[in-house]
Structures are given as C-alpha cells and as structure tokens.
C-alpha cells in the first residue's frame, strides 16, 4: 500500500470539511473491507484515508411505521442481519445483509459502504431499490436526500458532489410487504453473487429488482407492470419470468456468462412469483 | 504518516507507532512477534488472520494499524493460559482438526468469537459462522466436530 494520511474525525463537519478540501485526493471508509483491498491492489492510491467510525450518531438501525427503517452510515451487515425490526419487516434484507462475505466481513462491512461502491452485485441493493430506500446526504452547505435509484449512476459511480457524504439510508416501511432474496454465487458461503434479486409483493403490487445484470442494479417496471395488471396465474408467471431477461443486460464475467444470467433471472422470477402467489 | 496508537492485546496494553498504511496483521506479527495470526491472502478471503477485536471477530488483514487504537483485542497467543490449553483448543487436537495447521489459528479465534456469542450453535450454524475460514488440509469436518464436542460438553456459558 501505498502511504497515506488517516484522519479520524469526530464530528460530521469535521470530516465533509476535510474531504471538502482534499476531494479527490481523499477516500473515506467505514467498514473498510472493500477500501483496504483496493489501496492493496493499488487501484486507489489516495493521500488521505477519512475514517467515519469516530463519528458517533450515525450508527444506529432505527425503526418506527411512519419513518420506516433508517440504516445509519456504521451499521453493519451484522447488525442488520440481527437486528429485530429488519427481521420482522425487512426479512429479504436481513437475508442480504447476512449473505455477504463470511462472517468477519459482516462484523465490519457496513450497508451504507455496499452502496457507495456503487458495485452492480452488491447485495444488500435490491431489497432496497425494491422499497425505494432514499440516501441522506450530508455537506456544509447542507442536507439532501437522493432516490436509490438516483444515487447509483453506474459501476463505482454514485451522486455525490464534493464534500458530501452518506449518513443514512431510508427504508420506507411498506406494511404486509412479502419478499423473497436469493443470491446466486458459485458457492453458497463468502463469494460474489453471479445474480442476485429481490421480488417484493405489496399491498400496491409486485416490485422485482435485479443485481449483477447490467451496470447498475435496476428495477424491472415493464415486468413490474405486466404483474400489476391482471391476476396471478401460471401462464402469466412463465410470460414475466421471460419479460425479465428482456429488461437486463448482464455480461460475460469471470462468475458466468450472460445467458447464463439471463435464464437465471427468469428463473429468480418464476421461482419467487411461484413461492409468493 | 506515523501514528501513535495505544490497545491491548491479550491483556496487556501496548503503545505503538505504526504508519498509517500498515495492517493491524502486520502489526501484530512484524511489531509484536505475535505470528500465530497468519497471512494467507492478505484480502479478507482465507480468515487465517482472524483475530477478536472489541468481541468481534475480523479479519485482521482488513484493518488499518491506527483503527486499533483503544481496542481490546485477542490473537490466539491470548487463549492458553502458560501451558494449559482451552478446551477448544484440545478439542482440536483430540479430533485431529488440523493438518499443516495454517489456517487453525484463525478457525479458533472464530470458533471462539462465535461460541462466546452463542454457546449452543447448531451443525448450520457453526457452518455459516465458521464460513470465512479457510482450510485446504482437513475437508472441515473434523473442525466442526471439534466445535460441536465444545458445545457439547457446555464449555460455553452466556
Ligand atoms: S489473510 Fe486476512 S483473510 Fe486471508
Ligand atoms: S490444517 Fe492446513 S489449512 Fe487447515
């Protein structure tokens, strides 16, 4: 690794300021387990490294029907794949959360820090472009609060302007929402998802998101819209399970190639639509 | 950059300097001579380099020497007491869970992290916790048995 600064901040302001003045030369991180390994592999080389979890207050799993879920910046995929309100209302996200890397990395990666990556197969994305989950954003010149959907623009590419950072991310709580989260990976324990999908039904209709198949995760509205307007029967199952291979791209990868992802993703459809009817 | 960093590692305080690009691993083997944590992948992969850290286990490879700072940590140095062994640890040797005996340091730090936390896991749920372990030697099954003897005999308390 190349040498670097590391800050510490204990303070919101202190740390949007600092990435304020060092902007591209500065990287934050929180749980780490993705920015060390790319200092490692210098595919990063930045002259500051801005550590977050000196900054109490953001890292709290808050729950309550009319705010919904709040995922604090620190949280991390062990304490949202332990904690109560995710498991109760959330299960498809505790069920991301807790099928990421192995042990050792839950107890340190943290949701927040999945989606900053940006990384098309990140877990813990579709449960929560299924719920529409809003980022807050922080800077000195204020508070915004940025879509999911908005947030990610392309592989490692996310909506922030300078000096701004993630403190949070907002689930709306979406009562009687029945979903199901698979992740398809090489093997079951500790690796990279080669698909990775969550179907959602709610009391306003079906949502299915898909992860690892294009260079964002993505929603399926045409797929979502088919559902939404006639009753669940088998044919209409087998016509969305092919309608979603039409609204993703994936690519060939070290993981699978892109037929493969793309009868997999017919088959996460068929399979969940079948277990939720 | 160099910084001071103060923790404490298997109960005894320390106060280092490390640079800011170090790796708490490479602390804790080039600096302290504790070498029974391993470097296997250095990339959070293999789990040889797990150690416990605020009663948690991590990958110590994945952690910045200054993020130590003002925390407890154990390695697997810290679990015999002198010449006594932990009964996990003689479970290991009882069922011969370990070949080369690479990855076995990490595979107790993990077991033990996991069995302070949850005295009674089941066959799946040691399989999931101990899932970021590595070990190209014993085919696993021997590990868990090992484990399951632990949690058998009640070792563990809540
Ligand atoms: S050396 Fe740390 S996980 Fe392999
Ligand atoms: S005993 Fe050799 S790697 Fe596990």
Redesign the interface.
């Given at each position: 690794m190349r040498d670097f600064v590391y800050l510490a901040p204990e303070t919101l302001e202190e740390a949007a300021a600092l990435k304020l003045e060092h902007d591209d030369k500065a990287i934050f991180m929180a749980g780490a387990t993705d920015v060390i390994i790319r200092l490692r592999d210098h595919l990063i080389a930045p002259d500051y490294v801005i550590d977050l979890k000196n900054i109490p207050d953001i890292g709290s799993i808050t729950f309550s029907e009319t705010a919904g879920l709040r995922i604090g910046a620190l949280a991390t995929m062990t304490q949202i794949a332990t904690n109560e309100h995710v498991l109760r209302h959330y299960p498809y996200l505790a069920e991301a959360a807790a099928y990421v890397g192995g042990r050792q990395i839950r107890n340190r990666a943290t949701c927040v820090g999945n989606i900053v990556n940006a990384s098309p197969l990140a877990d813990t994305a579709t449960p929560l472009y299924c719920h529409d989950a809003v980022l807050e954003l922080y800077s000195l010149s204020g508070c915004r609060e940025v879509p999911i959907q908005e947030f990610i623009l392309f592989v490692r590419k996310v909506a922030l302007n300078p000096g701004e950072l993630v403190t949070g991310i907002r689930v709306p709580y979406l009562p009687g929402a029945m979903g199901i989260f698979r992740k398809i990976a090489r093997r079951n324990e500790v690796d990279l998802s080669t698909v990775c999908g969550t179907v959602l039904k709610t009391d306003n209709g079906w949502r299915i998101a898909m992860g690892s198949v294009a260079p964002t995760p993505l929603r399926l509205p045409k797929t979502e819209a088919l559902l939404n307007a006639q009753p669940l029967n088998d044919a209409l199952i087998t016509e969305a399970a092919a309608l979603a291979a039409t609204e993703v791209n994936p690519i060939d990868d070290v993981r699978a190639d892109r037929q493969y992802r793309l009868d997999i993703v017919s088959y996460l459809v068929r399979d969940a639509l079948t277990k939720l009817r | 950059?160099e910084?001071c960093v103060k923790f404490c590692v298997n109960d005894e305080p320390v106060e280092l300097t490390v640079?800011?690009?170090q790796?708490l691993l490479h602390v804790l083997r080039e600096q302290l001579g504790l070498t029974g944590t391993k470097e296997g992948c250095?990339?959070?992969?293999c789990?040889a380099c797990?150690v416990i850290m605020d009663g948690?286990?991590?990958?110590a490879?994945?952690?910045?020497a200054?993020?130590a700072n003002g925390k407890v940590i154990s390695t697997v140095e810290g679990l015999a007491r002198g010449e006594e062994l932990t009964p996990l640890q003689e479970s290991f040797i009882d069922h011969s869970a370990l070949q080369c005996g690479f990855c076995t340091p990490g595979m107790l730090m993990?077991a033990e992290?996991?069995l302070r936390e949850n005295p009674t896991p089941t066959r799946e749920e040691i399989?999931?916790?101990?899932?970021?372990?590595l070990c190209r030697c014993t085919g696993y099954k021997k590990i868990v048995e090992a484990i399951e003897d632990v949690v058998a005999k009640g070792v563990y308390q809540k």
């Open positions: - | 950059m910084y640079s800011g690009s790796t250095g990339a959070g992969e789990g797990t948690q286990a991590v990958n490879c994945l952690i910045l200054p993020e993990s992290a996991m399989n999931r916790n101990m899932s970021g372990n």
